[in-house]
């Protein structure tokens, strides 16, 4: 084994694990679903790239470089349809923080389709499709 | 003991904190969607220990399980986002009544 690329191999895979804790701070100390999935996609992107090039450089094999581009490969095409729904999740069931948003388009947009967004206990989240023609915008007190 | 093993052994250290602090997310985690957001990080973490014990004693047996967790990784929090996670309406956060659509249909009997 070539001393210098085991090295090299295992800075990446130091840089890798030092994403995951920054990850998990993240994860702590974050207010929000949203805010919390920014900090938990480093590890599962950019720490998977440096500890799969990690590997690479240390294992200096080629059987093991395909498997290991069949990992990164996979996780990039998957990683952002799972943060996807788990976004779709957070918003449709109000787990985010609108008090912390600087711009809401979605919100905005979904106001102008007339949909609403009832924050109480026993209501359904998501939309009152029946008044999609009548009261277009947020209007108050349609009930 | 090389430095490249040396190296790996901090790399450890970080990754035992980060698996610590995710488990204190996934079981303080108010709602499922942060648990299910905690057990990607859990995931990617396991992967990362897999990989150092692959550099760390020179083997290829452990690679197949890191492809096979990131798929699971992948599925699993889909599933839990899709199907689970929208019965959980028991939390609310609370909003103040300057944001702008959550404020508005607030029914006034309950």
Redesign the interface.
């Known amino acids: 084994?070539n001393?210098v690329l085991?090295?090299i191999?295992?800075?990446f895979?130091?840089l890798?694990?030092?994403l995951?804790?920054a990850?998990?701070?993240g994860?702590?100390r974050f207010p929000d679903?949203l805010t919390?999935?920014h900090a938990?996609t480093k590890?599962?992107t950019l720490?998977?790239l440096f500890?799969?090039v990690?590997?690479a450089f240390?294992?200096q094999?080629l059987?093991?470089l395909g498997?290991?581009l069949?990992?990164v490969v996979?996780?990039l095409l998957?990683?952002p349809?799972?943060a996807h729904?788990?976004g779709?999740?957070?918003y449709?069931?109000?787990?985010?923080?609108?008090?912390l948003l600087t711009e809401?388009d979605l919100?905005?947009d979904?106001?102008a389709a007339g949909f609403?967004?009832?924050?109480?206990?026993?209501?359904e989240?998501e939309d009152?499709d029946g008044e999609s023609s009548g009261s277009g915008g947020?209007?108050?007190?349609?009930? | 003991m090389s430095v490249a093993d040396v190296i790996i052994a901090i790399g450890v250290i970080f990754l035992a904190g980060a698996m610590a602090m995710t488990l204190i997310r996934m079981s303080r985690g108010p709602s499922t969607l942060d648990r299910v957001v905690a057990a990607d990080v859990v995931v990617a973490v396991v992967i990362a220990a897999l990989a150092m014990e692959a550099a760390l004693n020179h083997h290829t047996s452990t690679l197949p399980i890191m492809l096979v967790l990131s798929l699971l990784g992948f599925s699993g929090s889909l599933s839990m986002a899709r199907f689970v996670a929208d019965r959980d309406k028991a939390k609310k956060w609370d909003v103040p009544s300057s944001a702008p659509i959550r404020s508005e249909r607030s029914k006034e009997g309950t």
Request: proline share 4%; aromatic share 2%.
């Open positions: 084994m001393p085991d090295i191999g295992a800075l895979l130091l890798g694990a030092m995951c804790f990850a998990s701070v994860l702590v679903v919390r999935m938990a590890p599962q720490g998977l500890v799969v990690g590997v240390s294992l094999n059987q093991a498997i290991l069949l990992v996979l996780q998957t990683a349809v799972a729904m788990v779709r999740t957070a449709r069931t109000g787990q985010v923080r609108s008090d809401d919100a905005d979904l106001a609403h967004l009832v924050s109480g206990d026993e209501d989240p009152a947020t209007g108050g007190g349609s009930s």
